[in-house]
């Protein structure tokens, strides 16, 4: 199902929680909603279900307005960070009880719940109370419940939030396929940036209740349409340096270095940030952009990444290990292009 969202608005009292927002998500599309707490992702995600009312705006599921339909007749499978089984009920009881209150007859929702559970790989313990699953068996219990109903959207709000980190990693894989099996089209909030780049077909990343950039991962990362999103996505995170534009160049604050930039868009005097990626840093010492002083060293696995000190201020680069550096040591450091970018410091829009 395609769901296409107009000029979506949601007030509290004086507060607004989501602005305008404009998005189409394509049939059998797995979608994140990415962004930091408080941006708006959950409520935008409890309006599509129908939970929050929508105070400006239109849903459309297909090309039926579902705006003001209530949640029930909607279709939608929720999935919540809180799993919400019943306690009382096994795992059998739990998945069918969508279908009991459909007043599906009962052989009809036994066999669709252990179609589902089947699905989810959690049938081998359908006569199991909740108490005696694992976070991710219960996990996978929500889903079925959520599926069995089969639903036009599945909706996912930080699923994974409650488990541990090898659990997270196997859940959402498990999200992954399950969603390829069945084809629903479904929305997966997170606040995880590795969640959202490693199951998502398309990434929408929100700050403050706006929209900030659509794409693929790898492109929002490549690509970033702005400081925030640069900032938002990267382990280690982007570098920045704070700097005016002179001559054409980048200088930096202090003015104890000047890096060329061929950009016809810089204005002179312009306020701007240089946005370095780490792997973006390569040490040369005979053609280089900057040179710094290394203000600390730490191995991760087979990688040896610095924080090193360029005039007053600190960026991460990374190390080759076919080198011995020690705190202290001056390093000449060149910038690749791929993984550089520049951003006007008043607006933080990418010039």
């Not at 009920?89 to 179609?115: D, G, Q, S, Y």
């Not at 068996?137 to 109903?149: G, H, Y």
């Not at 990626?277 to 390569?282: G, L, N, S």
């Amino acid at each position: 199902m395609r769901v296409k969202i107009e000029h979506l608005t949601k007030r509290f009292d004086d507060a607004v929680a989501v602005d305008d927002f404009n998005m189409t998500f394509e049939d059998g599309e797995l979608v994140a909603l990415l962004g930091p707490s408080g941006c708006g992702k959950s409520t935008t995600l409890n309006m599509l279900s129908g939970i929050l009312p929508v105070s400006e705006g239109h849903i459309y599921f297909d090309d039926d307005d579902v705006t003001n339909v209530p949640p029930q007749n909607r279709g939608v499978g929720l999935v919540f960070q809180n799993y919400a089984l019943y306690p009382h009920m096994t795992v059998l009881e739990n998945i069918c009880f969508p279908l009991e209150i459909k007043k599906v007859p009962k052989e009809e929702r036994i066999k669709k719940a252990t179609e589902m559970a089947k699905l989810v790989q959690i049938d081998k313990y359908l006569d199991r109370k909740p108490k005696a699953l694992s976070g991710g068996q219960q996990q996978r219990v929500a889903i079925a419940r959520a599926l069995v109903k089969t639903p036009r959207l599945l909706l996912l709000d930080e699923p994974l939030s409650n488990l541990d980190a090898r659990l997270r990693l196997e859940m959402r894989e498990e999200i992954r396929r399950i969603q390829q099996e069945t084809g629903v089209t479904t929305i997966f909030v997170t606040h995880d940036q590795e969640e959202a780049m490693s199951i998502s077909d398309k990434i929408v990343l929100m700050k403050d209740g706006h929209l900030q950039q659509v794409s693929d991962a790898q492109t929002l990362y490549d690509d970033p349409h702005n400081e925030f999103v640069a900032s938002f996505l990267g382990n280690p995170p982007i570098n920045k340096l704070y700097g005016y534009i002179k001559d054409g160049n980048f200088v930096l604050e202090d003015g104890s270095a000047t890096v060329k930039v061929n950009n016809p868009n810089v204005k002179e005097g312009q306020t701007v940030v240089l946005g370095i990626r780490p792997e973006a840093t390569q040490l040369n010492d005979k053609e280089h952009d900057l040179t710094a002083v290394i203000k600390q060293r730490y191995t991760m696995g087979k990688e040896e990444l610095a924080f090193v000190n360029v005039g007053n201020q600190t960026i991460r680069v990374y190390l080759s290990s076919d080198y011995q550096y020690a705190v202290g040591d001056t390093v000449y450091i060149k910038l690749r292009q791929k993984g550089s970018f520049l951003f006007d410091r008043e607006t933080g829009a990418r010039i």
